[in-house]
């Protein structure tokens, strides 16, 4: 699955959005970068100017790429038999979850978001309609 080469550098899967305001200069957007980098369970930082101006900047990953990690997962229980669960572990918005070879997502609601994604990408579903229905999945996260 990871053909990387020993010393490979390894090309993070997000980018960096920035909603408000206020402009971060690319100084101060290489040190939120850094901060992400150093801590993940970091989701997002407020900056504020004294004028009243803000802005937020979180990570930006691309659409999909949650099924990444659920491709993961169903390697990691093909390619080893004796693997029978994996912990993913909690947060404190979502509790410990445990992934399955039947049920190999790295979320409780992964089965429903996966078929959300396929009847978007179908066409069955407007990419608004697809954002309401997985708005309503996490905001009952607990």
């Known amino acids: 699955m990871n053909d990387m080469k020993p010393g490979a550098l ?15 200069t690319s100084e101060v957007l290489d040190e939120v970068e850094s901060i992400f980098e150093l801590n993940p369970s970091i989701p ?9 101006r803000a802005c937020f900047v979180t990570r930006d990953y691309p659409t999909g ?20 669960e994996i912990v993913v572990l909690g ?3 979502r509790p410990v979850h445990h992934a399955t ?7 409780r609601d992964g089965k429903a978001i996966a078929d959300i994604s396929e009847k978007m990408e179908a066409g069955e ?18």
């Open 10 to 24: 390894r090309q993070r899967p997000w980018g960096l959005l920035v909603t408000g305001d206020l402009a971060p």
């Open 44 to 52: 997002g930082l407020e900056l504020r100017a004294d004028d009243g």
């Open 65 to 84: 790429h949650t099924a990444g990690v659920d491709d993961a997962l169903e390697v990691i229980f093909a390619e080893q038999e004796a693997i029978a």
């Open 91 to 93: 947060q404190e918005a």
């Open 101 to 107: 070879r039947a049920a190999p997502f790295w979320h």
């Open 125 to 142: 579903i407007s990419p608004t309609e697809a954002i309401d229905m997985l708005k309503s999945l996490f905001e009952t996260d607990r």
